[in-house]
T-cell receptor, first 111, second 114 residues
Framework: RKEVEQDPGPFNVPEGATVAFNCTYS??????FFWYRQDCRKEPKLLMS???SGNEDGRFTAQLNRASQYISLLIRDSKLSDSATYLC????????????FGTGTRLAVRP | NAGVTQTPKFQVLKTGQSMTLQCAQD?????MSWYRQDPGMGLRLIHY???????DQGEVPNGYNVSRSTTEDFPLRLLSAAPSQTSVYFC?????????????FGPGTRLTVT
């Protein structure tokens, strides 16, 4: 089983739609969780950290479920500019705080 | 600030050739790392450094060397290129190297080994 698993998509949605991505992780000792965004042929950039209590940043909401070991990202009122690949990232305690990256979920927002 | 810069952007090598991928950052970050990204796989850590003079191996270090003589620079050397090293290489830095710190990535180097 991969340490971090994501549905590769693509998720093809119209502008204005709400879309949700899930990510599961296998290491119950993981302590820190993130969503990164990667545009086509570009470098990843931090979108948001994921906190235990859940957190929101504008149209983006991230949730963590430790019991089921999954993280979610909800995007409301999708924009064309949201088209990108979203990477789920988890850090592993006990291994120098290294990061494990998921393979990403591709989102395509159409007019 | 330029952030994290990488050169070259593209490179084609023949099997057996060696080369150095350059990475520099101007944010005075202690922690720097190299990742490779392949289709269907997440970014995988090759080598990392927690400060000048200190380097360590990541998940996939074989075939690569690094050194860190200054805080700013962290070059990645391919000793004898193989087709399996065809990939996109990203350099990243963060303030303190902890997993909780935001990683700043360079624009990447697309390497093809024939």
């Amino acid at each position: 089983r991969k340490e971090v698993e994501q549905d590769p998509g693509p998720f093809n949605v119209p502008e204005g739609a709400t879309v949700a991505f899930n990510c599961t992780y296998s290491n119950s000792a993981s302590q820190s969780f993130f969503w990164y965004r990667q545009d086509c042929r570009k470098e990843p950039k931090l979108l948001m950290s994921v906190y235990s209590s859940g957190n929101e940043d504008g149209r983006f909401t991230a949730q963590l479920n430790r019991a089921s070991q999954y993280i979610s990202l909800l995007i409301r009122d999708s924009k064309l500019s949201d088209s990108a690949t979203y990477l789920c990232v988890v850090n592993r305690r006990g291994s120098g705080d290294k990061l494990t990256f998921g393979t990403g979920t591709r989102l395509a927002v159409r007019p | 600030n330029a952030g994290v810069t990488q050169t070259p952007k593209f490179q084609v090598l023949k099997t057996g050739q060696s080369m150095t991928l350059q990475c520099a950052q101007d944010m005075n970050h202690e922690y720097m790392s190299w990742y490779r990204q392949d289709p269907g796989m997440g970014l995988r850590l090759i080598h990392y450094s927690v400060g000048a003079g200190i380097t360590d191996q990541g998940e996939v270090p074989n075939g690569y060397n690094v050194s860190r003589s200054t805080t700013e620079d962290f070059p990645l050397r391919l000793l004898s290129a193989a087709p399996s090293q065809t990939s996109v290489y990203f350099c990243a830095s963060s303030y303190d190297g902890r997993g909780t710190s935001e990683q700043y990535f360079g624009p990447g180097t697309r390497l093809t080994v024939t």
